[in-house]
């Protein structure tokens, strides 16, 4: 089976840097996915690692340590529209675009 | 270029009650997926349609059903409704399965359910 975990919340500053955690157990990995889901609103894309290290994207930058089932999203230079859900996902064992998400990460960020 | 769409966009139903969700992929996309959120909680897999055939499941009853048209639309039921049943349920669609992509999601705002 799969298994991802994530804090559910966090709180931050504007203007100040967050890291959003997420491990995973999976058989068979094929790539991990953040996306980003405003109350109310779709989820949307952020990132996806298949490889180990930091992509950098911006504001945003993931992380990726396959030997440890361990990602991170980092977050720069936050703002107050970065308040949102931050959804870790893994693909599903069998091939094709098919997610299993995290319980999310709920990011306040504050003045 | 139209992103994906849901209809509608809120439904109140009462238990026992059957419910038809509706959903048009993204332009260019052939695969669509359905997800059920519930609150506070990330999305979980229902099934997936390609070539208007169900080509996986997650763990959902057969309560659950669904079907995909000549031109990728798809549609969502569920019968006998429960409490339990209450939930934001989005689609997503994508390029097909084992395409070179990323997999990458595109999801529509969803259809929010509430069963009284």
């Known amino acids: 089976g799969q298994n991802i975990d994530q804090p559910t919340e966090m709180t931050a500053t504007e203007g100040a840097i967050v890291q959003i955690n997420c491990t995973y157990q999976?058989?068979?990995?094929?790539?991990l996915f953040w996306y980003q889901q405003h109350a109310g609103e779709a989820p949307t894309f952020l990132s996806y690692?298949?490889?180990?290290g930091l992509e950098e994207k911006g504001r945003f930058s993931s992380f990726l340590s396959r030997s440890k089932g361990y990602s991170y999203l980092l977050l720069k230079e936050l703002q107050m529209k970065d308040s949102a859900s931050y959804l870790c996902a893994l693909p599903i064992t069998g091939g094709g675009n098919k997610l299993t998400f995290g319980t999310g990460t709920q990011l306040k960020v504050e003045l | 270029d139209a992103g994906v769409t849901q209809s509608p966009t809120h439904l109140i139903k009462t238990r026992g009650q059957q419910v038809t969700l509706r959903c048009s992929p993204k332009?260019?996309?052939?695969?669509v997926s359905w997800y059920q959120q519930a609150l506070g909680q990330g999305p979980q897999f229902i099934f997936q349609?390609?070539?208007?055939?169900?080509?996986q499941r997650g763990n959902f009853p057969d309560r659950f059903s669904g079907h995909q048209f000549p031109n990728y639309s798809s549609e969502l039921n569920v019968n006998a409704l429960l409490l339990g049943d209450s939930a934001l349920y989005l689609c997503a669609s994508s390029f097909p399965p084992g395409a070179a992509n990323t997999g990458e999601l595109f999801f529509g705002e969803g259809s929010r359910l509430t069963v009284l």
């Open positions: 999976t058989s068979g990995f094929n790539g």
């Open positions: 690692n298949v490889l180990d």
């Open positions: 332009s260019g996309h052939d695969t």
């Open positions: 349609y390609y070539e208007e055939e169900e080509r």
